[in-house]
C-alpha cells in the first residue's frame, strides 16, 4: 500500500539556520503531496501542497518540489525562527482521497 | 476564517467507561474524518464519511468504536468501553466543498483522550 517516511528527529538548528526534512513516499500513481505542521497540543495546519511533479509549494518562507523521479517532498526554509519549533507532517491523499501520514518530524530552533 | 470545531479538547475517563467526541466540519463540506494520533506518530483514518454515508470504516475497531454522521453535517465518535490503548489524540478532518478542490483537508484542535 502507498506509505511515507520522514526523516526521524529531532531536528535541533539555532536560529536563522537551514532546515531540510526528508520525505519520500511510495504510491501508485501521482498522488497530491502535502507538509502539516502542529503545534504542542493542537491539531494540524496546513502547511503546503503540490498536486503533480515539479509543483512547488510554498508558504511562510517554507516550500517543498514534488520530484516524481525521486518520489521525494522535501521540505526547506532558508532560514528558522524560534517560532518554527513544532512537529512537520509529510503525507500523501491517496486514491481514496484519505491522508496517508509519515512519523512526523519533531523541529527545535535554539535562539 | 472557517475552521474545524471539536469538543470537548480533553477528556480523561477510566477504562471501560463510555466517551464520546463532536464534531462540526466547515460549511459546505460534503466529506468529513475521524483520524487517532497516537503519541508520537502521524494520525491515522478511522472513518470516512461522505456526506451521511460512510465511505472507509475499514480501520474503525467496530466492536467498541462508532461514528454517525446523521443530517450529513456534524459528526459524533463514540468508544464503548474506551480500553488503556485508546489514549490518543483524536483529529476531525473535513474537505470538499461542493464544486471545489476535492485535495486539501482542513483539520480541528482534536480531542485529547486519556484512559485511566
Known amino acids: 500500500g502507498d506509505s511515507v517516511t520522514q526523516m526521524e528527529g529531532p531536528v535541533t538548528l539555532s536560529e536563522e539556520a537551514f532546515l531540510t526534512i526528508n520525505c519520500t513516499y511510495t504510491?501508485?500513481?501521482?498522488?497530491?503531496l502535502f507538509w502539516y505542521v502542529q503545534y504542542p497540543g493542537e491539531g494540524l495546519q496546513l502547511l503546503l501542497k503540490?498536486?503533480?511533479?515539479?509543483d512547488k509549494g510554498s508558504n511562510k518562507g517554507f516550500e517543498a518540489t514534488y520530484r516524481k523521479e525521486t518520489t521525494s517532498f522535501h521540505l526547506e526554509k532558508g532560514s528558522v525562527q524560534v517560532s518554527d519549533s513544532a512537529v512537520y507532517f509529510c503525507?500523501?491523499?491517496?486514491?481514496?482521497?484519505?491522508?496517508?501520514f509519515g512519523s512526523g518530524t519533531r523541529l527545535l530552533v535554539r535562539p | 476564517e472557517a475552521e474545524v470545531a471539536q469538543s470537548p479538547r480533553y477528556k480523561i475517563t477510566e477504562k471501560s467507561q463510555a466517551v464520546a467526541f463532536w464534531c462540526d466540519p466547515i460549511?459546505?463540506?460534503?466529506?468529513l474524518y475521524w483520524y487517532r494520533q497516537i503519541l508520537g506518530q502521524g494520525p491515522e483514518l478511522l472513518v470516512q464519511?461522505?456526506?451521511?454515508?460512510?465511505?472507509?470504516d475499514s480501520q474503525l475497531p467496530k466492536d467498541r468504536f462508532s461514528a454517525e454522521r446523521l443530517k450529513g453535517v456534524d459528526s459524533t465518535l463514540k468508544i464503548q468501553p474506551a480500553e488503556l490503548g485508546d489514549s490518543a489524540m483524536y483529529l476531525c478532518?473535513?474537505?470538499?466543498?461542493?464544486?471545489?478542490?476535492?485535495?486539501?483537508?482542513?483539520f480541528g484542535p482534536g480531542t485529547r483522550l486519556t484512559v485511566l
Open positions: 460549511s459546505g463540506h460534503a466529506t
Open positions: 503525507a500523501l491523499l491517496d486514491s481514496s482521497y484519505k491522508l496517508i
Open positions: 504510491a501508485t500513481g501521482y498522488p497530491s
Open positions: 478532518a473535513s474537505s470538499t466543498p461542493r464544486g471545489g478542490n476535492t485535495d486539501t483537508q482542513y
Open positions: 464519511f461522505q456526506d451521511e454515508s460512510v465511505v472507509d
Open positions: 503540490a498536486t503533480k511533479a515539479d
